[in-house]
């Protein structure tokens, strides 16, 4: 296959099949996956979902191979056909030997030939390699031998992204983003591809520090185009654009390729709530969510889970006293894990305001008649906005993205999952992930399926539930 190969996990996941994989005793150990799909823009991503770790007693285990019982492999065989999805073979190397071996090479034989007959089809099934430092490198089986998975990543407290390319090149423009995070963070950085979602006040200067760092592929989705009453917070807009009514993504796409930094733009003029936006930001390796509708907000916390990504939530809330001065200012960074909280378990929003927002977009009479007789909370429509304010939490936005993907916190990334400031009242407060939400987690690394996302209202032939960005 010519796609690149995404495999990619959750922290929670890694850390059960290290615990697995290496129980102390020097000897190989191993352990299955089942893995949803997605494929499309050039990649093919298989998400874990469900992992089944085959007991130690069960094996033939020596410091250099292992064999295992069929009566394990089976009934994922059955599950991965059914649902079209994939399954993922994963072993150690407790010496630390950081390749496949011979005997790896004829194991994985007859494990593709055997998953690809059961399956009867020519989708990938993939190998994947744990070392003791938990770093990982995979394969899949392709017709006459194998393709090296282009990248592992682990959504967990750390954004980790091991590459099948170590090599750290940093050019010129990087060189003092360099010099702080290292040759390879900047590398691992200009790997992703990451979604912004929402390309207006917060989303602008996202995107702008964004390629500047060096990211090498930035999804940009937004339906809008730019009106005068934007110019005030979007960078690089423009009178003309104002006038000429230019989409949002344009306005950020023609600013990154003129800078010339290398960053590679797919712009997508479309809502998130549709299926080709959804199927896009599931290709993606992170997630920046800048949008203000809660039901575009909950329905990028459900991809980031489907998909096993991570995803960063930046919210601003400004409101104006009416006489020319600020009532409050306040914002959030949120970052979600794809088997941890969700923006809804940690009541930022509730069931019922999902619904309210997709009520107001789908049907906006019945919407202010329920409006009126009070059985929902309106939501305003029009809010302030300040370039100063955006950009501070834009800041801390992209800064969180940093911090998961290179040391820097001296406390470590746990404890910051939900930090929340007020500008107004000199306050800043911070807390660390809690259960998992099982409304958003319900399809944890379920990748595609039939609705999309589970949800009917992504069907084909459906009226989407238009957000605001």
């Not at 007693?57 to 250099?64: A, L, Q, S």
């Not at 990543?153 to 099948?164: K, L, P």
């Not at 390319?165 to 050019?171: I, W």
């Not at 096993?308 to 970052?335: F, K, M, S, W």
Request: hydrophobic share 35%; net charge negative; charged share 25%.
């Amino acid at each position: 296959m010519s796609d690149d190969v995404i495999f990619r996990l959750t922290g929670q996941q890694h850390a059960k099949l290290r615990a697995h994989l290496f129980p102390g005793d020097g000897l190989e150990a191993v352990a299955l996956a089942l893995c949803g799909r997605r494929q499309g823009k050039g990649r093919h991503c298989l998400s874990v979902s469900e992992i089944i770790l085959i007991p130690h007693g069960r094996c033939e285990r020596f410091p250099d191979r292992v064999t295992w019982l069929t009566e394990f492999f089976e009934p994922l065989l059955v599950e991965a056909a059914k649902r079209e999805m994939a399954v993922v073979k994963l072993h150690s190397h407790p010496g630390g030997y950081g390749r496949f071996s011979g005997y790896d090479d004829r194991s994985d034989r007859d494990f593709f030939d055997t998953t690809e007959s059961w399956t009867e089809s020519d989708d990938p099934h993939g190998s994947v390699v744990m070392l003791p430092s938990g770093k990982m490198f995979g394969r899949v089986g392709m017709a006459g031998g194998f393709q090296l998975m282009t990248a592992i990543a682990v959504a967990g407290n750390s954004i980790e992204y091991w590459s099948d390319d170590d090599e750290s090149y940093v050019p010129d423009f990087a060189d003092r983003h360099a010099q702080v995070l290292g040759a390879g963070t900047f590398s691992k950085l200009r790997r992703l591809r990451v979604a912004v979602v929402g390309c207006s006040g917060t989303g602008s200067p996202t995107i702008e520090q964004l390629f500047r760092l060096g990211v090498g592929e930035i999804v940009l989705i937004d339906p809008d185009k730019l009106g005068p009453e934007n110019l005030n917070r979007i960078l690089n807009s423009r009178g003309r654009h104002a006038q000429a009514g230019t989409l949002k993504v344009d306005v950020s796409a023609h600013a990154i390729e003129d800078t010339d930094l290398g960053t590679t733009v797919i712009s997508l003029p479309i809502d998130i709530c549709t299926p080709e936006a959804v199927e896009t930001v599931g290709t993606c390796d992170v997630i920046m969510g800048c949008v203000d509708s809660v039901f575009a907000r909950h329905l990028l916390n459900k991809i980031a889970s489907t998909y096993c990504i991570p995803y960063i939530d930046i919210g601003v809330g400004l409101r104006a006293d009416g006489n020319g001065g600020i009532e409050h200012a306040t914002g959030a960074v949120q970052y979600m894990q794809p088997d941890g909280t969700s923006l809804l378990s940690r009541n930022v929003f509730s069931q019922l305001d999902i619904q309210s927002d997709i009520l107001r977009r789908t049907d906006p009479e019945e919407y202010r008649s329920r409006l009126n007789d009070g059985y929902i909370k309106g939501a305003e429509v029009s809010k302030p906005a300040v370039i100063t304010i955006n950009t501070i939490f834009s800041g801390y936005g992209v800064w969180e993205l940093l911090c998961r993907m290179h040391a820097i916190r001296d406390d470590g990334n746990p404890e910051f999952a939900n930090q929340r400031w007020s500008l107004s009242g000199n306050i800043y407060d911070h807390e660390e992930d809690g259960d998992r939400c099982p409304v958003v987690s319900r399809y944890l690394g379920c990748g595609d399926m039939v609705p999309l996302l589970g949800m009917p209202e992504l069907s084909p032939g459906v009226t989407p539930a238009h957000a605001n960005h």
